[in-house]
C-alpha cells in the first residue's frame, strides 16, 4: 500500500489484510466491510445441520442418487412434443406412432425396458414414493408379455426364411447360421424359451407378493433374456402391451409437468378449469381408471393440450429466447 501512494496511486478503493497464522494452501477466508469501513476477517461458524440432513448427505455420498421427485422427469415432456409434432419423410404420416415408427425400432423395446427395470430396482430400496408413481406403467405383466410376444414373432420370422437344401436334407439360414430344419427348436426356439421362463418364474413371483423376489430379480433375468435374443428386423410391430405403457407413461409425466410448470390445468365436468391440486388429483386418478388401456390416458393428455392452447415451440421460445433465436 505504502509502495502504491508514492508512486502517486489512488489507493481508495484498495485494502489490506493480514492473513492469520497457520493458513494452510487452499483454504478459504471471509473478508466483512466494517462500519468504520475496514476489512475484517470472519471465521463463520459451522452450519448446523439436523439429523435428516445428514441422513440425506451421507446417502447422496455414499452412491450419488439424489432424491427429488418434483421434476416429473422433464426431459419426457420434450420427448412426447417432439413425437406429437413429427411428420415423417418416409411415409407422409405425422404423429406420436409415425414418430414410434420412424425412429424406434422393434430391438428399442428390449433396450428400454431393461433400462426402465433397472432404475425401478433402484428405486424399490431407495425410493418408495417414487417408485410408486413409476411402476404403474411397466410392470412385470407388461414384461412377461413383451417377452412373449417376441418368442412368437421370431417363429414367425424364421417360418417365412426360404428353405434350402443340402444333400436332400432342408435347412434354413438363421441369423447368419445354416441350421437343418429338424434342429430349429434345439438351437433357436429352446434357448430363447428356457430364458422365458426364467421372466415368467419371477413375473409370477412378484405378481403373488412374493417377499423373496424383487425388481433387482426381474431385472438379472430379463438382462440374460435380452442379452441372447435375435435382434428381428426393426419393422417387426411392437408387442401391444409395451406399446401401452410407453403411452401412458410419457402421458403421464407430460400432464404431470404441463400441470405444475406450464400452467395447464384440467377441465372439469361443466367446462371450468380445476384448480392446480385438483387437476393434478384428476390425473392421478386417471391414472388408475385407465390401467392397462393407456391410450385414453394419452387421449386425455391431448385433450387438456387442446383446452389449454398450449403450444410448446412457442412455450419454449419464451423459456430460452436465446436458444430459440
Avoid at 434357448?191 to 418364474?201: E, G, T
Avoid at 419371477?202 to 435375435?230: E, G, P, Q, W
Amino acid at each position: 500500500m505504502e509502495a502504491l501512494k508514492a508512486a502517486n496511486i489512488e489507493t481508495g478503493k484498495y485494502f489490506s489484510v493480514t492473513l492469520p497464522e497457520g493458513l494452510k494452501p487452499g483454504s478459504t477466508i471471509n473478508v466483512t466491510i466494517s462500519e468504520d469501513g475496514s476489512p475484517v476477517i470472519v471465521n463463520p461458524e459451522k452450519k448446523r445441520i439436523n439429523s435428516e440432513e445428514e441422513s440425506f448427505l451421507s446417502q447422496i455420498y455414499e452412491d450419488g442418487y439424489v432424491r427429488n421427485t418434483r421434476l416429473h422427469r422433464r426431459w419426457v415432456m420434450a420427448q412426447m412434443f417432439r413425437m406429437l409434432n413429427y411428420k415423417s419423410y418416409y411415409t407422409g404420416k405425422s404423429g406420436y406412432d409415425a414418430y414410434l415408427n420412424d425412429h424406434y425400432g422393434y430391438q428399442y423395446q428390449f433396450e428400454m425396458m431393461l433400462e426402465e427395470i433397472r432404475v425401478l430396482a433402484e428405486l424399490q430400496d431407495r425410493d418408495p414414493e417414487a417408485f410408486a408413481e413409476r411402476s404403474r406403467f411397466f410392470i412385470p405383466d407388461v414384461v412377461s408379455a413383451t417377452c412373449n410376444d417376441y418368442i412368437n414373432k421370431l417363429e414367425i420370422y424364421v417360418n417365412k426364411l426360404p428353405m434350402h437344401k443340402c444333400k436332400g436334407v432342408p435347412y434354413k439360414k438363421v441369423f447368419g447360421r445354416n441350421i437343418f430344419v429338424e434342429d430349429l427348436n434345439k438351437y433357436v426356439y429352446y434357448p430363447q424359451k428356457s430364458n422365458f421362463a426364467d421372466v415368467k418364474r419371477v413375473v409370477i413371483n412378484i405378481r403373488n407378493h412374493s417377499m423373496t423376489f424383487s425388481y433387482k430379480d426381474l431385472y438379472r433375468v430379463l438382462r440374460k433374456f435380452c442379452a441372447n435374443m435375435y435382434r428381428l428386423p426393426n419393422e417387426t410391430p411392437k408387442c401391444r402391451e409395451w406399446k401401452d405403457a410407453f403411452k401412458g407413461e410419457g402421458s403421464y409425466y407430460t400432464l404431470m409437468n404441463l400441470i405444475k410448470f406450464h400452467g395447464c390445468r384440467v377441465p372439469g365436468v361443466k367446462g371450468n378449469m380445476m384448480s392446480l391440486n385438483d387437476s393434478l388429483a384428476d390425473v392421478e386418478s386417471a391414472v388408475d381408471c385407465y390401467r392397462g388401456v393407456y391410450y385414453r390416458l394419452f387421449a386425455y393428455m391431448k385433450r387438456v393440450i387442446e383446452l389449454n392452447n398450449f403450444d410448446f415451440t412457442k412455450r419454449m421460445k419464451e423459456l430460452y429466447p436465446k436458444k430459440s433465436v
